[in-house]
């Protein structure tokens, strides 16, 4: 699968991706409850990009790489190598996650930051890495910028994996002292800045980049598949406030429909980047 890549004026994004799955329709364990197979062929927009034939969702599982001046940045880690996790059913992933993003330009010595969009299991993997016995920083220079609601919600939740993610992907970041825990609109660059967009987590946020004119919003969680964007009320039966989700995707669908931003899904498949579109009283995503 080559990568993907788009410009937003100075700014270059590159999509590395780590796993591609297709999430079957069932009543008792789909993510999205709503998105029955017949349901969503009132969407033909889906098609053939986000949902195969038989009605699955296509998600994609990728980090994606932000070249901006002065700044190589890295917006959410994936799931890791070497890490039990129960969304892989307590297998480990062995990727050559690191020699992609070297590939593309981002040895891991030289990245400057790295954004967690929120500390779910899937956005903060790769933070650290294996190094004998002990979870190290992948990023060794790096500035991890880690929301301080986000952090300070998931430290105090008593689910035990969420606190082993923590243990492995979050805290040795914090020993290390590459951890700055910043505010939900804070501004990384020049070109780069945060932007709230809760209700999947408590202090979830998305990535805006301007440049020259030009503009393109990183996701993140508030979307999970583009039918959410044909259908905003649809949220996946793990967002912590699945009303504030979808409160969130209208008002940020209305913002950004018919205009000229492209929007980068964090989870959409390939081709991952397009503009919403209004449609009859919906929207849909045009790429």
Not at 47 to 73: D, N, Q
Not at 270 to 276: D, F, I, L, Q, Y
Request: contains cysteine; glycine residues 6%; negative net charge.
């Amino acid at each position: 699968m080559g990568m993907l890549s788009w410009k937003i004026g100075d700014v270059t994004v590159t999509r590395v991706v780590e796993m591609e799955v297709p999430v079957p329709y069932h009543p008792d364990y789909s993510f999205l409850k709503q998105a029955k197979p017949d349901v969503l062929k009132e969407m033909p927009w889906l098609y053939p990009h986000f949902v195969t034939p038989e009605g699955a969702l296509i998600l994609s599982i990728h980090a994606l790489l932000v070249e901006a001046p002065g700044m190589k940045l890295v917006v959410d880690t994936c799931i890791g190598n070497d890490k039990h996790r129960n969304m892989l059913r307590g297998q480990t992933l062995q990727t050559n996650f690191l020699q992609q993003i070297a590939d593309a330009g981002f040895a891991r010595e030289k990245v400057d930051a790295v954004v967690c969009t929120h500390l779910h299991v899937d956005h903060v993997g790769w933070n650290t890495m294996k190094s004998g016995d002990k979870w190290v920083p992948t990023f060794p220079n790096a500035k991890y910028l880690i929301g301080k609601k986000e952090y300070e919600h998931w430290s105090a939740v008593e689910d035990k994996e969420q606190q082993e993610i923590l243990d492995d992907s979050v805290k040795p970041i914090f020993d290390a002292g590459l951890a700055e825990t910043v505010e939900m609109n804070h501004r990384i660059s020049p070109e780069l800045r945060l932007m709230p967009t809760t209700g999947h987590t408590p202090g979830h946020v998305s990535v805006v980049i301007e440049s020259r004119g030009q503009s393109a919003i990183i996701t993140g969680d508030m979307m999970h598949h583009p039918c959410q964007i044909g259908r905003p009320d649809w949220s996946p039966e793990f967002d912590s406030d699945k009303q504030a989700s979808a409160v969130t995707r209208h008002a940020m669908l209305k913002d950004w429909a018919d205009q000229p931003v492209l929007i980068i899904g964090t989870h959409f498949a390939a081709p991952t980047a397009g503009h919403v579109k209004k449609d009859g009283p919906h929207y849909r995503f045009e790429v």
